[in-house]
């Protein structure tokens, strides 16, 4: 009877034994799905822990250190500030994009002449790859020949030192992201605009509600689940941001842009520490579980009620 | 009778298998041979293993380039077939370690860089030693005339303990590009000494007109040369040669530091802490510094009207004299065998014909490199085929006498850049030279230490 309860696919009446029995079988499309993650998922994993309890040198024996690579971690002041460069970093690499790209989001949704041919253009950068990206900021941020340098001139402004000072550096970087991805934001917001009930509106207009008070009070909730669902893609995004950062400044100058990924490739690509690159890897898991963690708690409550 | 009963007879299972391992064993012959293969009798074929298949692996640049342009002509030389692939230089020197440390690489012939990766190579025997080769007239050219490669691509491709493991290929001397057009302006000549390098840069730096009489590279690692440029005028190698002992602290470093300092931070553009070679080449082929400190390999886009606002203004000096000797940093690239290769002769003929006096010669005329042998600068048709100006390969010559290695030979190289990288970067940023490198020394002294102890 419990068999029949648990097992809606059995035929009613049918024998208790034949719905366990085709249970069974169903398990057995799991496997291949089953190994595959155990493969690339679980194995790498488990095999990472291993090898950050490890003094592992590329080349070298392996010798078992215990806990001592992340003793060795928490010491170490270049991951601290690297872990300070990831969350300053990705918290204006999502703000400001979810700012921007909501502002386009609410002037887009609106009808005016050539709309659907601005639209197209405006999220033309979110198509171009993040290293060509990378490359042609590179050339404009350049202090001497640069076209940003160029353009301050034009206005009467004094050069600008962008990406090659460690004051500005990833305030500068920040900016290439901005314009790479508030087109990806603008998209998702618009969705959430076109989704969004009229009747809201036409009671507010009845009330005698101005143009604020409508977007503060009707717009803004019911849009929020997608400005939310924009932050998380964004925050997962800016956390593992590479390139951008490795093609325009290599962490630089100094270590004034060295993110916990540029500290992790050097660690484990050029000093071949791979050890020492595990337990990187492992501190940096628990930061992004956390982050999510965090985002899934403000996904449930901006839900519409 | 016999002889029919023999002829006769059927043909049974096993002679049927042995006759066909016999057979099969005679036709793969040439692609099962290891290093041992060759030891058979007769005089030198370039064609004694046609049919093989080698891999190289190469890092992009333009000497990968030129190996790839001619490759033809290696195959139809040897009947050889090659698989050659060109990556980025970061990309291909950690495919190397990677693939070497596995045991098992997919290639049989690489290049090296020997100023990141000679010793970490050396150390770990991942590549054949060349000597018992070059002794083997069966297996090498009798025209290799191994005496024209000169002393420095020599010392570069040796060992500590006496083992070869690539053939010299290419050497990279350091040396300064000046602008003709902004050292007449202000009436100066090119300087002779560092000191006067320092007074040049002072009075040619116009920061009003964006006009700046120095740059060099600021980003950390690749800054790292400048500073060493510095050290071998002081007479003085970042790393003891033969101790392997760290000399970054004493006054000779300290030194070179206050002159990296001093040049980036007062004589270049602001921003020179971020400089790699890419954005120093920019400047300078815009015509915005007077003096650029690099490698003689940066020269063709210089002279190439497309992209230089600079042609024909260029001034390629030899590196100043230092306050006690005047050295040219070096670095450069060897090719080699590797030791886990099935195939060690066939790639053993490739580096053979790659570092030949013909390729050698074509690699100075593409003036993409410095050959390590001799009769290339001295082959006059050679000399007379080169595009860029006749004062590139003076400058090239002069350094060829003053060269000496501009990285030390440890196996934490990278390392090595990365950190007394950061610390001269911070001294662009005002930071004491003297408390940067002790603090750089004491942070990579344990590296150093536990690298040699592996």
Request: charged share 20%; proline share 6%.
């Amino acid at each position: 009877m419990v068999a029949q309860a648990r097992a809606p696919s059995a035929a009613p009446g049918a024998p208790a034994g034949t719905a366990i029995d085709r249970r069974r079988q169903y398990y057995r499309f799991i496997y291949p799905a089953l190994a595959i993650i155990l493969a690339v998922i679980v194995f790498p994993w488990l095999f990472t822990l291993y090898m950050s309890v490890h003094e592992w040198k590329v080349g070298s024996a392996r010798e078992f250190v215990g806990f001592d690579n992340y003793l060795k971690l928490a010491a170490d002041q270049r991951f601290r500030e690297s872990v300070g460069h990831t969350l300053y970093f990705t918290f204006l690499a999502v703000l400001l994009p979810l700012g921007f790209g909501t502002l386009a989001a609410l002037v887009f949704h609106r009808d005016f002449p050539l709309r659907g041919l601005l639209r197209t253009i405006f999220i033309l950068p979110m198509m171009a790859t993040p290293v060509a990206v990378a490359l042609v900021w590179t050339m404009m941020f350049h202090p001497q020949l640069g076209v940003l340098n160029y353009l301050l001139g034009l206005a009467g402004i004094p050069p600008h030192t962008w990406v090659y000072s460690p004051g500005t550096v990833i305030s500068s970087l920040v900016l290439v992201e901005i314009w790479h991805w508030t087109p990806l934001v603008m998209l998702i917001v618009l969705g959430g605009l076109a989704a969004a009930p009229t009747e809201p509106y036409e009671s507010a207009v009845i009330d005698g509600a101005s143009r604020f008070q409508m977007f503060r009070y009707i717009t803004l909730p019911l849009i929020m689940p997608f400005i939310v669902v924009a932050a998380v893609i964004r925050t997962i995004d800016a956390l593992k941001t590479f390139d951008t950062i490795y093609v325009i400044t290599q962490g630089g100058p100094g270590t004034s842009s060295e993110t916990i990924n540029i500290f992790l490739y050097l660690q484990a690509f050029a000093f071949y520490n791979i050890g020492y690159a595990s337990a990187v890897v492992v501190v940096f898991f628990v930061l992004v579980v956390m982050l999510s963690l965090l985002l899934l708690y403000l996904r449930q409550r901006a839900k519409w009620t | 009778m016999t002889r029919n009963v023999v002829r006769s007879r059927p043909v049974g299972r096993r002679i049927m298998l042995k006759g066909s391992a016999a057979a099969l064993a005679g036709l793969s012959a040439p692609y099962l041979n290891t290093v041992t293969a060759y030891s058979q009798t007769g005089a030198f074929n370039w064609k004694r293993f046609q049919g093989q298949k080698i891999e190289v692996a190469m890092a992009k640049s333009p000497r990968g380039d030129l190996l790839q342009k001619h490759e033809k002509e290696f195959v139809e030389l040897t009947g050889i077939q090659v698989g050659s692939e060109q990556i980025p230089e970061q990309q291909h020197r950690q495919k190397l370690v990677i693939e070497f440390n596995s045991g098992n690489p997919s290639f049989d012939v690489q290049m090296l860089a020997w100023h990141v990766q000679k010793r970490m190579v050396g150390k770990s025997k991942w590549m054949e030693d060349i000597r018992p080769l070059l002794k083997d007239a069966q297996i090498t050219a009798p025209d290799l005339d191994f005496a024209d490669f000169g002393e420095a691509g020599l010392r570069w491709a040796t060992q500590a303990d006496g083992r070869m493991d690539t053939f010299p290929f290419n050497i990279d001397y350091w040396m300064i590009y000046w602008n003709k057009e902004l050292f007449a302006a202000k009436g100066m000549k090119y300087p002779q000494s560092f000191e006067e390098m320092v007074d040049t840069a002072r009075k040619m730096t116009d920061a009003s007109a964006g006009i700046y009489g120095w740059t060099s590279r600021g980003l950390k690692n690749a800054n790292v040369p400048v500073w060493t440029s510095f050290m071998l005028g002081n007479d003085m190698d970042p790393v003891h040669p033969k101790t392997l002992q760290l000399q970054t602290t004493t006054p000779e470093a300290v030194a070179a530091a206050a002159l990296y300092q001093k040049m980036n931070k007062e004589y270049a553009a602001p921003g020179t802490v971020g400089y790699n070679w890419y954005e120093c080449q920019a400047s300078f082929m815009q015509g915005r510094a007077g003096m650029w400190l690099d490698g003689i390999g940066f020269a063709p886009p210089l002279e190439d009207p497309t992209k230089s606002k600079i042609v024909g203004k260029v001034g390629y000096g030899v590196m100043p004299k230092g306050p006690k000797a005047r050295h040219s940093a070096t670095f450069g690239d060897g090719l080699g065998v590797s030791s886990f290769s099935k195939k060690k002769e066939a790639a053993y003929l490739y580096c053979q014909w790659a570092t030949n006096k013909a390729m050698q010669a074509r690699l100075l005329q593409s003036g993409g490199g410095s050959p390590c042998r001799k009769s290339a600068y001295v082959d006059k048709e050679t000399v007379a085929s080169i595009k860029l100006p006749r004062e590139w390969l003076d400058c090239m010559t002069e350094s060829l006498n003053i060269g000496r290695p501009g990285l030390p030979e440890i196996v934490p190289v990278t390392e090595f850049r990365d950190v007394f990288g950061i610390g001269l970067t911070n001294t662009i940023g005002g930071a004491d030279p003297a408390a940067e490198l002790k603090k750089a020394t004491e942070q990579f002294q344990p590296v150093l230490d536990k690298s040699e102890k592996a």
